[in-house]
């Protein structure tokens, strides 16, 4: 039996003051002893390039670690919309506390308050920390700051970048991450891919690499480590996530004991070009502030085959605007997904697969003028006309909904620290403040929170409580071990000699996670997939073709190692659905649902975060319980009507 | 559609590599190009044959870790493209494409069509940022930046490091990159405080690596973001006046 406990470790007190309070109680490392310290940082996204210029900022000594060949290619990087904080420039009734209430409440009452809270709190640091790092955020004519509202908020409070908002803030990050490369106290280690974590006596010491161009296997010792190695979406194959983005670090850690949470929940994105055909590689993401301007609808007939130009406004269907009058097309992103689904599967589908919806933009053409609408959106318009050969302006732009992100991931306390003493997850890697949906813009503010404001505090506090130790030694027995691991396993799929390229497993696993355990899950569908995926791995292991060598470039052997992960993780998707027996967020059971479709929570039973832990290979998870308590916001059924 | 490859292949930096013709069948013409190299090479694993290494991340025209030379082109035929949003509607049934890597003394090989570009590291790193360390920042609305130098620092901040202006040039220099983040850093009042020093390290770092920019233009031509030559213009003004009136320690004036 287990011995784990969750403890979040959340502070007491009204909730403005915890955060605040918390800061103070923690405690502090003396400036001089603060080099003494050694903090590994694996990921160079917005979380983790953040934390990392921020530690050595303080003074601690920084190891640094991405696969990427520079820290600027990190996934943040193509985040297109914005990023909250709670400013109220507009002067439109914003602040804090409705940025908190926003967030819980589009988590659908499944995240925990105290961190939300502190997420909302640092949100305005944010945005003067980047633009002060020179962030060219969008401007007035009179110079001040330019604000947008996005979907699931009704205040404009989204600070953005034209449609590279993302792009812009990750170069800030990396930049500062640079100049403390350049001042020698970040050694940046690229092309290098984390491989496993290690543990002594039950605390994170270190972790073990491969490094992608040369293929050496290292060990490297810390004081702590923190995995801000970004989501899992790419467990569906066709995702919005990049080809490379991968659940490895934070399953490796998994299966040294950090606890998986809520991996059920996954964001399906309503605004995605429709998948062409079969050999498409990736979805790409239209960024929702399209919705601000464009109108969503199908035709009211099935099958109706005329151009869009030639359906009458009567024959439109504006089901958005139907179904949610208040929000309309800026309705949250689980909602608007799935009343995408509804309609599609309905049989109204457009485009020549019959799989999209359209987004119109004709009616704010009217409004506003082309000049107008174009300078808002061009990039995105010839974005989508380089891939689809449709021009916006003239035809609507077709949609549907992708997955683009994920709440769950790694169980963290208050302290963002796993339930592994010394291992830390950030950003998208951890399950923290999201809940069962996200909010747009929110994604962008999470990393930078974590890696900013959050971890540099936290991990002072542990850090503080080891002075006087040294860093275990890379000799030491538990490394070679963890080095052993590597070069076996490498040797193990190198000597298959299968028949199928790496690719085809992992494009027939994602079609297996998306139809079972996608944007509707049913009971049936979810055993299905718990019998169907294990199946699939076993053929896998067994007819897996991977060519050449462990030394060396070897993109093969890279690619089959996550998608072995992504199995574990697939199954793990399934069987937390499974568990869930309510719908909330981004999880919907087909069986819990109200009258007119929306999801039905079950706040008696299921208001907890379920944190799975690895019982070994072939053996099922341990659900561990962590109570959700909403002494603030009142958990009530979500309406964007 | 049927293309033939000619496809570039070179197992490391010493190998003197060499061209190798592969079929690519059943092109679509809404493949990206890279997935019609993904197509290729699923084939080559699948008939015991190791697969092209290429690099590629995104796929959204935005990380910049993609570039391909393709019949001679850095990113191809289409204008303001990366490789990776390139698609196969712009080439027809029986051509034979030609591909190569980004090829530039900065960028050594890897392996086949993958190159190393840490140059561009190293320059961002003598300079490209300006300092506020964490925690330091005043309210964001306390610095006014008029809208059109906050535009023009972002089309210049647009930058995605892909290289191809090294690729495209005939002297494999490396001013358009270096010129975009100058730019991005110093159109902003909060860039003014190093913009000197940033400028003259920026500029030595880059003449380590890279060859020099003898105004061909080509640079802009290729750059997949359209980031323009008058840049380079702004910044060769600048690193002239640093150095002739040693701006960098005399005050920061025009």
């Known amino acids: 039996m287990s011995t784990i406990t969750l403890d979040s470790k959340v502070p007491s007190g009204p909730i403005q003051d915890r955060w605040d309070n918390h800061k103070f109680d923690m405690k502090l490392v003396n400036p001089a002893n603060k080099r003494k310290f050694t903090v590994l940082v694996v990921g160079t996204g917005l979380a983790g390039a953040a934390a990392a210029a921020t530690l050595a900022e303080l003074g601690y000594q920084v190891k640094c670690f991405t696969f990427h060949d520079s820290p600027r290619r990190a996934h943040s990087i193509a985040a297109q919309g914005g990023i909250n904080g709670a400013k109220n420039y507009k002067n439109d009734g914003d602040s804090i506390y409705r940025l908190f209430y926003d967030t819980v409440k589009g988590g659908d009452f499944r995240a925990r308050e105290s961190n939300v809270y502190r997420l909302s709190q640092v949100s305005v640091n944010i945005i003067d920390q980047c633009v002060a790092q020179g962030v060219p955020f969008a401007r007035e004519y009179g110079g001040l700051l330019d604000n947008r509202s996005f979907g699931g908020a009704q205040v404009s409070r989204t600070f953005y970048a034209r449609g590279q908002t993302g792009q812009q803030l990750l170069l800030g990050a990396y930049q500062a991450l640079m100049q403390q490369v350049a001042l020698g106290r970040v050694e940046l280690h690229t092309k290098t891919e984390l491989l496993e974590v290690v543990k002594k006596d039950g605390v994170a010491v270190g972790i073990v690499t491969r490094n992608v161009t040369t293929g050496e296997v290292q060990s490297w010792s810390g004081h702590a480590t923190l995995l801000a190695t970004g989501g899992y979406g790419n467990a569906f194959y066709l995702s919005t996530n990049a080809m490379n983005s991968n659940v490895t670090a934070a399953w490796r850690a998994h299966k040294q004991g950090a606890l998986f949470a809520n991996a059920c929940y996954t964001q399906i994105h309503p605004t995605c070009i429709p998948a062409s055909d079969d050999t498409q590689s990736k979805l790409t993401l239209m960024s929702e502030s399209l919705r601000n301007d464009g109108r969503i609808w199908v035709p009211k007939k099935f099958d109706d085959n005329r151009p869009a130009d030639e359906i009458p406004e009567e024959d439109r269907d504006y089901y958005l605007e139907r179904k949610y009058p208040s929000y309309g097309n800026l309705a949250p992103r689980d909602i608007a997904s799935r009343a995408a689904k509804v309609v599609v599967d309905e049989g109204r589908g457009v485009g020549p697969l019959k799989n999209g919806v359209y987004l119109d933009f004709g009616e704010s053409i009217d409004r506003l003028g082309k000049e107008t609408v174009f300078e808002r959106y061009g990039n995105l318009f010839d974005m989508y006309e380089r891939i689809t050969d449709e021009d916006p302006m003239k035809v609507p732009m077709r949609i549907y909904p992708a997955s683009h992100y994920t709440m769950g991931g790694l169980w963290v306390d208050y302290n963002l620290m796993t339930t592994v003493p010394g291992l830390y997850a950030l950003g998208e890697a951890n399950f923290s403040d999201h809940g069962a949906n996200r909010l747009g813009a929110s994604a962008l503010m999470q990393g930078l929170a974590d890696g900013y404001f959050v971890a540099p505090y936290t991990v002072g506090d542990y850090l503080a409580g080891l002075l006087g130790q040294g860093t275990v030694s890379t000799e030491d027995p538990v490394f070679k071990a963890a080095e052993q691991t590597v070069n076996d396993a490498s040797h193990r799929w190198l000597s298959i000699g299968g028949t199928k390229s790496p690719e085809y497993y992992h494009r027939e696993l994602g079609k297996l996670v998306w139809d079972y355990c996608g944007m509707a899950r049913d009971q049936n569908g979810l055993e299905k997939a718990l019998s169907e995926i294990p199946a699939l791995r076993e053929e896998f292991e067994k007819n897996v073709r991977v060519l050449g060598n462990p030394e060396g470039v070897n993109q093969s052997l890279e690619k089959v190692g996550r998608i072995a992960d992504f199995f574990d993780l697939g199954e793990l998707m399934c069987r937390d659905a499974l568990m869930r027996e309510e719908s909330c967020g981004g999880h919907f059971r087909v069986e819990h649902q109200t009258e007119d479709g929306e999801a039905l929570r079950d706040d008696e039973d299921f208001s907890f975060v379920g944190a799975w832990e690895w019982n070994g290979a072939g053996t099922a998870q341990t659900l561990h319980k962590e109570p959700l308590v909403f002494e603030n916001v009142k958990p009530t059924q979500r309406s964007y009507k | ?254």
């Open chain 2, 1 to 254: 559609m049927k293309l033939t490859l000619k496809v570039w292949r070179q197992d490391n930096v010493n190998d003197p590599g060499r061209f190798e013709t592969y079929e690519a069948t059943d092109v679509k013409d809404e493949m990206s190009f890279l997935e019609m190299l993904d197509a290729v090479n699923e084939n080559l694993i699948e008939s015991g044959h190791e697969p092209i290494v290429f690099d590629s991340d995104c796929r959204e025209g935005i990380c910049g870790t993609c570039g391909l030379m393709i019949n001679g082109q850095a990113h191809g035929p289409q204008k303001g493209t990366t490789t990776c949003q390139l698609h196969m509607r712009k080439f027809h049934d029986g051509e034979t494409v030609t591909i190569e890597p980004f090829r530039a003394a900065a960028f050594p090989v890897i392996k086949d069509l993958m190159v190393d570009r840490s140059a561009f590291d190293a320059i961002v790193q003598s300079g490209g940022f300006i300092t506020a360390d964490t925690g330091g920042a005043r309210d964001a609305n306390e610095i006014l930046i008029p809208k059109p130098a906050a535009d023009a620092s972002m089309d210049a901040a647009g930058c995605i490091g892909c290289g191809a202006c090294v690729a495209a040039c005939p002297n494999g220099a490396g001013q358009l990159f270096t010129s975009a983040k100058l730019a991005h850093l110093g159109l902003l009042p909060q860039g003014q405080a190093e913009r000197w020093k940033r400028t003259e390290d920026m500029v030595e770092t880059m003449e380590m690596f890279f060859g020099s920019c003898t105004n061909y233009g080509e640079c802009q031509e290729a750059c997949p973001k359209e980031i323009p030559i008058d840049f380079i213009a702004m910044m060769n003004r600048d690193y002239l006046k640093s150095k002739l009136k040693n701006r960098k320690l005399s005050g920061q004036k025009y």
